[in-house]
């Protein structure tokens, strides 16, 4: 149980600290050119919110855990693409995706209901 709150925790924590600082994150999607920055923005925060606190309650938890993985892969495509970049810029966003890679994993036992 205290698993799910932490996991789901951290998605309602990150989530919410988008929304505090919304206008300086939208504007850094517009700079990398996303279609509809605060759109997307206010969007994914929402998905990150609502099914964190879904998972950290079990209100439909594999749903929730499901639809937390995509999330997770969207924005780890999209937001951390190491491999544009070289150098210590690389190595930082590198081990964010990899840090992802493994709370994708978590969240696919989270999403099993046995």
Same mark, same amino acid.
């Given at each position: $149980?205290? *698993?799910?709150?932490?996991?789901? *925790?951290?998605?309602?924590?990150?989530? /919410?600290?988008?929304?505090?600082?919304?206008?300086?994150?939208?504007?850094?999607? /517009?700079?990398?050119?996303?279609?509809?920055? /605060?759109?997307?923005?206010?969007?994914?925060?929402?998905?990150?919110?609502?099914?964190?606190?879904?998972? +950290?309650?079990? $209100?439909?938890?594999?749903? +929730?855990?499901? +639809?937390?993985?995509?999330?997770?892969?969207? +924005?780890?495509? $999209? $937001?951390?693409?190491?491999?544009?970049?070289?150098?210590?810029?690389?190595? *930082?966003l590198r081990s964010a995706f990899t840090i992802n890679i493994a709370v994708i994993g978590g969240l696919l036992l989270a999403a099993n209901p046995h």
């Amino acid at each position: $149980m205290l *698993g799910f709150v932490l996991l789901g *925790g951290v998605f309602v924590w990150a989530g /919410a600290g988008h929304f505090l600082k919304f206008r300086t994150i939208a504007a850094q999607l /517009a700079e990398r050119h996303f279609p509809f920055p /605060a759109v997307l923005l206010a969007a994914g925060s929402s998905v990150e919110i609502i099914a964190g606190l879904c998972l +950290a309650t079990g $209100m439909g938890r594999p749903y +929730a855990s499901l +639809a937390l993985v995509v999330f997770t892969i969207a +924005a780890s495509v $999209m $937001m951390l693409d190491f491999w544009r970049y070289s150098g210590p810029e690389r190595q *930082g966003l590198r081990s964010a995706f990899t840090i992802n890679i493994a709370v994708i994993g978590g969240l696919l036992l989270a999403a099993n209901p046995h």
